[in-house]
T-cell receptor, first 114, second 113 residues
Framework: DQQVKQNSPSLSVQEGRISILNCDYT??????FLWYKKYPAEGPTFLISISSIKDKNEDGRFTVFLNKSAKHLSLHIVPSQPGDSAVYFCAAIITTEGASKLTFGTGTRLQVTL | DVKVTQSSRYLVKRTGEKVFLECVQDMDHENMFWYRQDPGLGLRLIYF???????EKGDIPEGYSVSREKKERFSLILESASTNQTSMYLC????????????FGNGTRLTVT
């Protein structure tokens, strides 16, 4: 039972354009969401997060949007750069459960082309 | 900067062998985690620990056990390795507060032949 889903396994975007990565979840108890970025042969690194009490969080070129009623979040990268090429995982937590036990999606491979 | 160190980048083991994957973190984090990453399946939680000598099963604990004798070290044990345990194994740590981002090691790619 996949509680966090990333339905696009891959995405190709031209340098300078916007990249939009999508994520859906089914468990309404999730109250905190994170995006991680992973390069080959490295561990995932934290990118940006959002609490369920917000609908938007921005950090430089990265913005995460949360639509609680649709149980959907998205990561926008503007402008996209070749160094953004990586696998992106969304993840969700029920913070009241305490130990930051993340449930991850299956990942989307982003390729930013020149 | 948080450092999570996994002792091996690559391991090749035979079916039936006992395998130990070691992980050490240097930030005095309470929580430590073991995930495996497989194509099309994302990251799945095997076990986690929120304190020394404490452990909790994750989503796929079958065939694995863990040990946390010291706060900084969290070991994953494959009691009798099988080919379906060939995977990338990722260790992570986080402070005690719920919602804190996880800090990951660089992973161990285990091949069981």
């Amino acid at each position: 039972d996949q509680q966090v889903k990333q339905n696009s396994p891959s995405l190709s975007v031209q340098e300078g354009r916007i990249s939009i990565l999508n994520c859906d979840y089914t468990n309404s108890m999730f109250d905190y969401f994170l995006w991680y970025k992973k390069y080959p042969a490295e561990g995932p690194t934290f990118l940006i997060s959002i609490s369920s009490i917000k609908d938007k969080n921005e950090d430089g070129r990265f913005t995460v949007f949360l639509n609680k009623s649709a149980k959907h979040l998205s990561l926008h990268i503007v402008p996209s750069q070749p160094g953004d090429s990586a696998v992106y995982f969304c993840a969700a937590i029920i913070t009241t459960e305490g130990a930051s036990k993340l449930t991850f999606g299956t990942g989307t491979r982003l390729q930013v082309t020149l | 900067d948080v450092k999570v160190t996994q002792s091996s980048r690559y391991l090749v083991k035979r079916t039936g062998e006992k395998v130990f994957l070691e992980c050490v973190q240097d930030m005095d984090h309470e929580n430590m985690f073991w995930y495996r990453q497989d194509p099309g399946l994302g990251l799945r939680l095997i076990y986690f620990s929120y304190d020394v000598k404490m452990k909790e099963k994750g989503d796929i604990p079958e065939g694995y056990s863990v040990s946390r004798e010291k706060k900084e070290r969290f070991s994953l044990i494959l009691e009798s390795a099988s080919t379906n345990q060939t995977s990338m194994y990722l260790c992570a740590s986080s402070p005690g507060q719920g919602g804190s981002p996880l800090h990951f090691g660089n992973g161990t790619r285990l091949t069981v032949t």
